[in-house]
């Protein structure tokens, strides 16, 4: 993969994600989700992320979403689906999310010109490469694309942005899997590449001092990182190999564009995620890293 290609992959998905993660961050859909009987933020998340998976349970869930402790999963699952059905999560998170974009893209921010022709083109180009993108292997991306796709641009740009990072997710677990790095392993990775912190994933990974210090230790075994949880050289080979093919495999989704278009497609989606970055809904760090510019 060329450099160029690797820069490509990566600012896409950033910006991709700034669309899809309102649907975590942002009022709407978080109460939206709450509104249909969901008890917490947690049972929310769970019931709208899994939903298109139908009433899944949280042995399948933890599995697919790879990072989660299980007990946290399965305080949520499968009882969301007692308060409703994953048809109406899928309901809630699409128009909750979808009313946040709204708000975001409305207020504009700094943003100096209409952004209605960016989310047309946005819209137009994603969908492209959303229905394009192989389904093998890639469990939640398969039951995402398995959903009607909305007619109204915004929606349908949102749709595509899930699909996506959801295809870009189930890549990135492929490869954690291959180089025999485990979902919690993944996360204390992560804070040692410095993407995210030990706070973050304190609090939105469920870790406590003692299970952090145990992979910290396993890690440590392997040579990939120090006592104080910092990469070795052999650890920051192992991260930047990891994230290379992670942006390869996503990467051959967008395939179906040609060079303009792929330019076209990041400078569309370059204000909105702008536009979304100002509303301040989005944390400056996630457990997935930075996502807004």
């Known amino acids: 993969m060329s450099t160029r290609d690797a820069a490509t992959a990566r600012s896409t998905w950033r910006r991709m994600e700034s669309i899809h993660a309102v649907t975590y961050f942002s009022p709407e859909p978080v109460g939206a989700l709450a509104d249909a009987g969901y008890r917490g933020f947690w049972m929310g998340y769970f019931a709208g992320r899994a939903a298109p998976l139908g009433a899944a349970g949280p042995e399948v869930v933890a599995a697919l979403f790879y990072n989660f402790a299980l007990a946290r999963v399965a305080k949520a699952l499968p009882d969301a689906w ?6 109406v999560a899928l309901e809630r998170r699409l128009t909750g999310s979808v009313a946040a974009l709204t708000r975001a893209f409305g207020a504009r921010g700094d943003i100096d010109h209409d952004l209605s022709a960016d989310v047309d083109v946005a819209s137009e180009l994603a969908g492209r490469v959303a229905r ?11 039951a995402n694309a398995a959903l009607a796709w909305p007619d109204d641009p915004l929606a349908a740009l949102w ?4 699909l996506l990072r959801e295809q870009r997710g189930d890549g990135h677990v492929a490869t954690l899997v291959a180089n025999g790095i485990t979902g919690r392993q993944a996360n204390v990775l992560q804070a040692a590449a410095g993407n995210t912190s030990r706070d973050v994933m304190f609090v939105a ?10 992979i910290v230790a396993a ?5 990939l990182v120090t006592g104080e949880n910092e990469l070795t050289d052999e650890g920051a080979a192992l991260h930047a190999e990891i994230e290379r093919r ?10 179906c564009l040609d060079d303009d278009e792929l330019e076209r497609l990041g400078a569309a989606l370059r204000p909105l995620a702008a536009a979304v970055a100002a509303t301040g809904d989005l944390p400056a760090m996630t457990p997935m890293g930075r996502i807004t510019d």
Do not use: I, M, Q, V
């Not at 990974?205 to 145990?214: C, I, L, P, S, V």
């Not at 890690?219 to 040579?223: A, D, I, Q, T, V």
């Open 132 to 142: 394009s993108a192989s389904p093998d292997g890639r469990a939640l991306f398969a």
């Open 219 to 223: 890690l440590g075994e392997r040579g």
């Open 82 to 87: 007692g308060f409703a059905a994953p048809e």
């Open 246 to 255: 992670t942006d390869e495999l996503a990467l051959a989704a967008f395939d």
């Open 205 to 214: 990974r469920d870790y406590d001092d003692g299970e952090w210090a145990a």
């Open 159 to 162: 749709h595509a942005a899930t």
